[in-house]
C-alpha cells in the first residue's frame, strides 16, 4: 500500500529540471508493486504450491531485500534532489515508510528461510539415517538368503 501511495505521489509531480532522480523512484516504487502484488496473489491463491522447483521461502527474502534496498536509494536519491513542493516530500516520506516495511518483511522471511533450511537439513539427515539402518538390518534378517551361500 505504501508503494502504491509513492507511486501515486511521484506521479502527481508535473515539472522536474533533474529528472533522474523522480524516475527512478518511479520505476522502484511501481517495480516493487508489480513484483509484490504478483507474489502476494499467487500465495494468497495457493498457486506457489503448483509450481514445487521454485524455492518460494528465497524469492520472497530476495524481493523484499532487493526492495528495502532499492527503496533506500530512490528515496536518498529524491530527498537529495527534490525541489521541495509537497508530492516530492510526501512521495520521499513515503518511500521511507514502504522502505522500513520491506526492511521488516526483510527480516520475518529471513527468520522463514533459515528455519525451513534447518527442516529441510534435518529431515535429509534423518531420512539418509533411516536408509543405512534399514539397509544393515536386510543383513541380519535370516529370511533372506545370501546368493554366495
Not at 524455492?55 to 527534490?82: E, H, K, Q, R
Not at 522500513?100 to 537439513?121: G, P
Request: charged share 15%; hydrophobic share 50%; net charge neutral.
Amino acid at each position: 500500500v505504501l508503494a502504491l501511495i509513492a507511486f501515486i505521489c511521484i506521479e502527481t509531480i508535473m515539472e522536474c529540471s533533474p529528472c533522474e532522480g523522480l524516475y527512478f523512484f518511479e520505476f522502484v516504487s511501481c517495480s516493487a508493486l508489480v513484483v509484490t502484488g504478483v507474489l502476494l496473489l499467487m500465495f494468497s491463491l495457493n498457486l506457489h504450491t503448483r509450481i514445487p522447483q521454485i524455492n518460494w521461502n528465497l524469492t520472497d527474502l530476495v524481493n523484499t531485500g532487493l526492495s528495502t534496498l532499492f527503496f533506500f536509494i530512490a528515496s536518498v536519491v529524491l530527498a537529495a534532489l527534490n525541489h521541495k513542493t509537497g508530492a516530492e516530500i510526501a512521495a520521499v516520506i513515503f518511500g521511507f515508510l514502504a522502505m522500513a516495511v520491506y526492511a521488516v518483511n526483510t527480516y520475518l522471511a529471513i527468520k522463514k528461510w533459515r528455519m525451513n533450511s534447518r527442516q529441510q537439513s534435518s529431515r535429509q539427515t534423518s531420512d539418509y539415517i533411516r536408509a543405512r539402518t534399514e539397509s544393515r538390518e536386510v543383513d541380519h534378517r535370516p529370511e533372506i538368503q545370501r546368493l554366495d551361500a
